[in-house]
């Protein structure tokens, strides 16, 4: 069965397996590029920011809890802690997505530069 022609970041040839007459597979297919760059800029959008809105919710009702005397002062302290540690694994979170992203969307273009000059030197 024929492999994927396309090239890994490592600089490894890619091993997946692609049914004929597909020469690569959905992760190097310079045809589907623009559909990868669109579903990851989704997904970065949408995951983090609900997650944003759930802890920000979360943390302005255990302010208001501690204010009106619901919640003990110290087990707010400790659960604000934890809600700021998620918070700071979200935000990292998407900036690796966005990463991924850009790194995606560069190699795209690239790729795109190769071959103009391809078919530059070749006169196409």
């Known amino acids: 069965m024929p492999r994927c022609a396309g090239i890994k970041r490592d600089g490894g040839r890619c091993a997946t397996i692609v049914e004929p007459p597909q020469t690569h597979c959905y992760q190097h297919d310079p045809a589907r590029a623009e559909e990868r760059r669109r579903n990851a800029s989704r997904a970065a959008r949408s995951r983090p920011s609900r997650e944003l809105v759930n802890i920000k919710q979360r943390l302005s009702d255990l302010a208001d809890d501690v204010l009106e005397g619901r919640t003990d002062k110290g087990v707010a302290a400790v659960a604000s802690q934890v ?27 690239e790729e795109a530069l190769e071959q103009r000059k391809g078919q530059r030197r070749y006169g196409y």
């Open 83 to 109: 809600l700021n540690v998620y918070l700071r694994a979200v935000s990292v979170e998407l900036k690796v997505t966005e990463q991924r992203e850009l790194i995606e969307r560069l190699e795209a273009l």
